[in-house]
């Protein structure tokens, strides 16, 4: 969740530029890595939804401050609201996108935009931070838990009151659904082990999370909103129907 107002303007997003293949990716090693080390794409049991790339909505290269990091396989999906209004049009996303970039960078301190993923309210599902669509690159979005797990922000406010599209749940399970490790059940539990003594467990502490959570669940915030929270179990349950192939 981030708090920044943004102005939007008109942009257009050709369908042309849909990811469907891995982006460029940059590596940082020692120089005394072995090619074992060097991270690979791993498998994937469910096909990869169509997303847009970094390039189609103009990220900002230039804000990257350093290379991707790369974790192990996903074993955990962090779901985040940006916490703007849900008025815009989504031909808009992409000046949307490029001021999450900005905030994240220039205000936050970060590397890049924090998440790995994005998707609006019609939607579409967007590519973050950069690294890879199909590796494991460790993001900036849930604070103690950044490893071996993948963060989705829906563009929007989703507390409560609001109303969550059902296109926008569908379009969370299927990123949910590819990116999770293979043996992964996405109504399950997960054991992840906190880096930081700013989320609710302390640094070194091992929690049990839902492995399709909230960021709330492991951090201080309403993100993301009681709206999109109380979606969580129809995303989960889309989300194990798409690893069954339905």
């Given at each position: 969740?981030?708090?920044?107002?943004?102005?939007?303007?008109a942009?257009?997003?050709?369908?042309?530029?849909?990811?469907?293949?891995?982006?460029?990716?940059?590596?940082?090693?020692?120089?005394?890595a072995?090619?074992?080390?060097?991270?690979?794409?791993?498998?994937?049991?469910?096909?990869?939804?169509?997303?847009?790339?970094?390039?189609?909505?103009?990220?900002?290269?230039?804000?990257?401050?350093?290379?991707?990091?790369?974790?192990?396989?996903?074993?955990?999906?962090?779901?985040?609201h940006?916490?703007?209004?849900?008025?815009?049009?989504?031909?808009?996303?992409?000046?949307m996108?490029?001021?999450?970039?900005?905030?994240?960078v220039?205000g936050?301190?970060?590397?890049d935009?924090?998440?790995n993923?994005?998707?609006?309210?019609c939607g579409?599902?967007?590519e973050?931070?950069?690294?890879?669509?199909?590796?494991s690159v460790?993001?900036?979005?849930?604070?103690?838990?950044?490893?071996?797990?993948?963060?989705?922000?829906?563009?929007?406010?989703?507390?409560?009151?609001?109303?969550?599209p059902?296109?926008?749940?569908?379009?969370?399970?299927?990123?949910?659904?590819w990116?999770?490790?293979?043996?992964?059940?996405?109504?399950?539990k997960?054991?992840?082990?906190?880096?930081?003594?700013?989320?609710?467990?302390?640094?070194?502490?091992?929690?049990?999370?839902?492995?399709i959570?909230?960021h709330?669940?492991a951090?201080?915030?309403?993100?993301?909103g009681?709206?999109?929270y109380?979606?969580?179990?129809?995303?989960?349950?889309?989300?194990?129907?798409?690893?069954?192939?339905?």
């Open positions: 969740m981030w708090p920044r107002r943004i102005v939007l303007g942009a257009v997003l050709p369908l042309t530029l849909l990811v469907l293949r891995d982006a460029p990716v940059r590596i940082a090693l020692p120089t005394s072995a090619a074992h080390e060097r991270p690979r794409p791993v498998p994937y049991r469910v096909p990869q939804p169509a997303i847009v790339s970094r390039t189609a909505w103009h990220a900002d290269e230039h804000l990257v401050r350093e290379p991707a990091v790369y974790t192990g396989p996903v074993r955990a999906v962090f779901i985040h940006t916490g703007e209004s849900n008025d815009y049009d989504c031909a808009d996303v992409p000046r996108l490029r001021a999450v970039e900005e905030s994240h220039e936050n301190g970060w590397d935009i924090g998440y993923f994005l998707v609006d309210r579409t599902i967007y973050g931070r950069a690294g890879g669509i199909r590796r460790r993001g900036a979005h849930t604070t103690g838990f950044n490893a071996d797990s993948v963060g989705i922000a829906v563009l929007g406010n989703y507390g409560s009151g609001t109303t969550v059902p296109v926008l749940v569908r379009a969370l399970a299927k990123v949910a659904a990116k999770l490790a293979p043996g992964v059940d996405p109504r399950g997960v054991r992840l082990v906190s880096t930081n003594d700013a989320s609710r467990f302390p640094k070194g502490t091992a929690a049990v999370l839902n492995v959570s909230g709330r669940d951090y201080q915030t309403t993100c993301p009681e709206a999109l109380g979606e969580l179990p129809a995303i989960r349950a889309a989300t194990a129907a798409l690893r069954k192939g339905r």
